[in-house]
């Protein structure tokens, strides 16, 4: 069974740092593009970053990019989002999913993880 356990959120003061991972199990982790999606109160989920099977590869929204870092570690099938000067539009609940930039997410969102920077 696929599962998908975000952790790492919180509540971070505008310009902070939050680090979130994203635990993995019930399939060949490193056989799949994973993405981190976020869903803001009252608005559509979006993809914030993706990264390819091995990690060569990463693609980021132009929300944040320059902000935003994406990594992942095969022998450990963990995703991470390393999140650098954050802003109050980054408030949003935090998902990571199997999938790419190019191709729809693949299977159930887990719980994710919410993140809200506020002063």
């Known amino acids: 069974q696929v599962q998908l356990v975000e952790s790492g959120g919180g509540l971070v003061q505008p310009g902070g740092s939050l680090r979130l991972s994203c635990a993995t199990s019930?399939?060949?982790?490193?056989?799949?593009?994973m993405s981190w999606y976020r869903q803001a109160l009252g608005k559509e989920r979006e993809l914030v970053a993706s990264?390819?099977?091995?990690?060569?590869?990463?693609s980021y929204a132009d929300s944040v990019k320059g902000r935003f870092t994406i990594s992942r570690d095969n022998t450990k099938g963990t995703l991470s989002l390393q999140m650098n000067s954050l802003k109050p539009e980054d408030t949003a609940v935090y998902y990571c999913?199997?999938?790419?930039?190019?191709?729809?997410?693949?299977?159930?969102w887990g719980q994710g993880t919410q993140v809200t920077v506020s002063s």
């Open positions: 999913i199997r999938g790419g930039p190019y191709s729809p997410p693949s299977g159930s």
């Open positions: 990264i390819s099977t091995r990690g060569g590869i990463l």
């Open positions: 019930g399939f060949t982790f490193s056989s799949y593009e």
